[in-house]
């Protein structure tokens, strides 16, 4: 997505660094289960470059996570890769497609050259181990450095979280930290070796609000310093304003608008996104808002029943019968824009 | 004490404690109980919205399940409609309870996954003792008020998505015609293009049935929408309470403030270089004397740790614990 625009922007930063870190071609995911097989990510391309953050952003069944599972080839069955390339661009300048690389390949680039962070950070640190212990393991999986120096280094990367008392807090469990201290832990363990890439995956929607402003501001604070390319993972539209440079809007599998995030929200194209902001309560709203919100009929599509034309024509208020005859083509509504709609200049 | 309405009051709650007690250390002597609901007192007149908004931790649940009787209370009392629940025992508080509903955060857990949606909903109504015919004919007309199609009585919960399965929780809560629903996180489940319809529906059935609501619920932007006052919890205590748009644009505790601030944007050019505050809510085990919120405060002064701020008059109906002046 947004090729040109970032290209260009990025061009004059200097060469080498306007090739994206990460392009998904026409990835498709399938679940392959017989008899009922779908498609929970069908067609999905974008580009993720350097010093950016990308958020992906859809509702339940939209096939965000499932995009960012087979990035890091962590699909089980019976989902299966089963088209498209993930080009990802290395520490070595090398381009490698990810959906070809066999698992002892796919060892050596997840946690070295592609960090990730989850939701749930109690779920993915080991309770029975002290957090400094965690993170100078994962330093020492991918570098020789010796364990003293890798454990200075763990208590260095808790203090670049902004972790206070870092030495004191690397001698403790994950239990005796809070949700937001745990997350910064898991933040620490995905930087340990300088990723070119950080997948995060909802990682901030088990947490208060207080505390999620502070991880967004983090974030943001460390990709500035080291430059890495974000994939950003969220239902949260409130949380891709904070965060992201680009956009992606996905709903039943397809990344049906894509756009810098200013023009997003300034003139979001699709029926979708539109239908979608209108119905948020605008927290810092000048006024008093209504109390009515405008409402998105329907329900989500079920990847397991998409419709046979477009798949959100079953709630869109723009539909016809084109609509529902065939799949729209990808427009693009300008240089930096892509619009999965028939009608988005219509509206 | 906020005792400035109670003449038209519907819910009154007031000092109301819920302490609990946690387990006795070997030859140690007891810890102090954790005060998840501390002195809390407010009102809710009817036909009223008041949200409750805290983050976890906080208390708003414990707090509603109190009022509601689905937990015991320490201290306190709890009027509804002029009668004291706590203490209320078997028929009576039975008869009670049903002008009081409730609507939880969670849709999949909290339908009877082995009944059909319909006898979900006719639950309430065969307690009470109704005939066959006319649970059937109230549970059609309460389906079609919920938009839910008529088949949908003989299906069970699993056969339903998340906000159908709000819409079965709404409708069984209707069913009794309650006077209060008190609604814990009832859209935060939820899809985002589902949520707003879910609202719509409730405020809906508040205007039509004339009911008052409690709003329990983390996001600020939905309650400003949807609340006539807000009352924030922090620790088990009100710290700020007052019109919704007032305490908005107004907020006089440093924690509103900071909860405001900490809440998405709505538009990416809206992004601040804001002060978020740092640190998580501390435990409630501590129990010594002062403002809860100064570890985190940044107008934290040592008077702030002497004792326990009061809830101060602001405006006529608008309540601040904070001892400071023109602070946030």
């Keep these: 997505m947004t090729t040109e625009l970032a290209a260009a922007e990025l061009a004059a930063s200097g060469p080498g660094v306007s090739e ?31 010093g950016r953050t990308v958020a992906l952003v859809g509702e339940s069944g939209s096939g965000k996570s499932v995009t ?41 680039i997840r946690g070295n050259d592609i960090g990730l962070i989850f939701q749930e950070p109690m779920t993915s640190l080991n309770p029975l181990l002290k957090v400094g212990v965690q993170i100078a393991q994962a330093i020492r999986l991918h570098r020789p450095v010796s364990a003293r120096e890798a454990k200075s280094e763990a208590v260095q990367l808790l203090r670049q979280v902004e972790i206070g008392d870092a030495a004191e807090r690397a001698a403790q469990y994950p239990h005796q930290l809070s949700g937001g201290m745990r997350q910064r832990v898991m933040i620490a363990m995905a930087l340990a070796c300088r990723p070119m890439l950080l997948l995060a995956d909802e990682p901030t929607t088990a947490l208060d609000v207080t505390v999620q402003a502070q991880i967004l501001r983090l974030l943001r604070s460390l990709q500035e310093q080291l430059g890495m390319g974000v994939l950003f993972v969220t239902h949260n539209l409130g949380v891709v304003a904070e965060i992201a440079d680009e956009v992606a809007v996905m709903y039943g599998g397809q990344i049906v608008e894509s756009a810098p995030v200013e023009n997003l929200f300034d003139r979001p194209l699709h029926p979708y996104t539109r239908a979608l902001l209108a119905s ?25 029943h998409m419709p046979p034309g477009c798949r959100f024509e079953p709630r869109c208020a723009l539909a016809i019968g084109a609509c529902r005859a065939s799949p729209p083509a990808i427009a693009r509504a300008a240089a930096a824009r892509t619009v999965r709609c028939s009608r988005w200049s219509d509206a | 004490m906020i005792a400035t309405r109670s003449s038209e009051a519907l819910l009154q709650v007031s000092g109301l404690s819920v302490h609990f007690a946690t387990r006795r250390p070997w030859f140690r002597s007891p810890p102090p109980p954790v005060r998840a609901v501390h002195d809390v007192s407010f009102e809710v007149a009817s036909r009223e919205i008041v949200g ?46 049903r002008g009081m509903q409730v609507i939880f955060q969670d849709p999949f857990a909290s339908l009877n996954p082995r009944m059909t949606a319909g006898q979900n909903i006719a639950e309430g109504l065969v307690l009470q003792g109704q005939d066959a015919s006319a649970i059937r004919a109230a549970v059609a007309d309460l389906l079609q008020q919920v938009g839910l199609p008529g088949d949908a009585a003989n299906r069970y919960p699993h056969e339903f998505s998340g906000g159908q399965r709000q819409r079965i929780g709404i409708a069984r809560a209707l069913a009794v015609h309650p006077r209060l629903i008190v609604a814990d996180e009832p859209v935060s489940a939820l899809d985002m293009s589902i949520q707003a319809q879910i609202l719509n529906l409730l405020l809906d059935k508040q205007e039509q049935r004339g ?25 088990g205590s009100i710290v700020e309470s007052g019109p919704t748009e007032e305490v908005f644009s107004n907020p006089r505790h440093p924690y509103t403030r900071a909860l405001i601030d900490a809440a998405p944007v709505a538009h990416p050019a ?58 946030a």
């Design chain 1, 280 to 304: 948020l309560p605008d927290a810092d709203a000048p006024h008093r808002p209504q109390r009515r919100l405008a409402v998105m009929p329907g329900q989500v599509v079920d990847p397991r």
């Design chain 2, 52 to 97: 409750l908004v805290g983050e976890s931790g906080s208390g708003k649940s414990t707090l509603a399940r109190a009022i509601l009787r689905l937990i015991e209370a320490t201290s306190g009392s709890v009027r509804f409609d002029g009668v004291e629940l706590l203490g209320l025992e078997g028929r009576s508080l039975n008869d009670m309870r």
């Design chain 1, 68 to 108: 960012i599972q087979s990035v890091m080839r962590l699909l089980k069955s019976p989902a299966r890769i089963a088209a498209g390339e993930i080009l990802f661009r290395g520490r070595d300048g090398r381009r490698r497609d990810l959906a070809r690389l066999d698992e002892r390949e796919m060892r050596a």
């Design chain 1, 20 to 50: 994206p870190v990460l392009s998904l071609r026409d990835l498709a995911v399938e679940f392959a289960i017989p008899g009922k097989a779908f498609r929970a990510v069908d067609g999905v391309t974008l580009d993720v470059f350097r």
């Design chain 2, 211 to 235: 009911l008052a609501l409690l709003f329990i619920g983390h996001d600020l932007s939905v309650i400003r929408h949807f609340c006539d006052r807000v009352m924030v919890l922090y620790l």
């Design chain 2, 270 to 327: 809206r992004r601040r270089a804001r002060s978020a505050l740092s640190g998580d809510p501390p435990s409630r085990i501590s129990t010594a004397a002062g403002c809860a919120f100064r570890s985190r405060c940044a107008h934290a002064i040592d008077a702030c740790s002497a004792a326990t701020p009061p809830l101060r008059q602001v405006t006529a109906d608008h309540l601040a614990a904070c001892i400071r002046d023109g602070i």
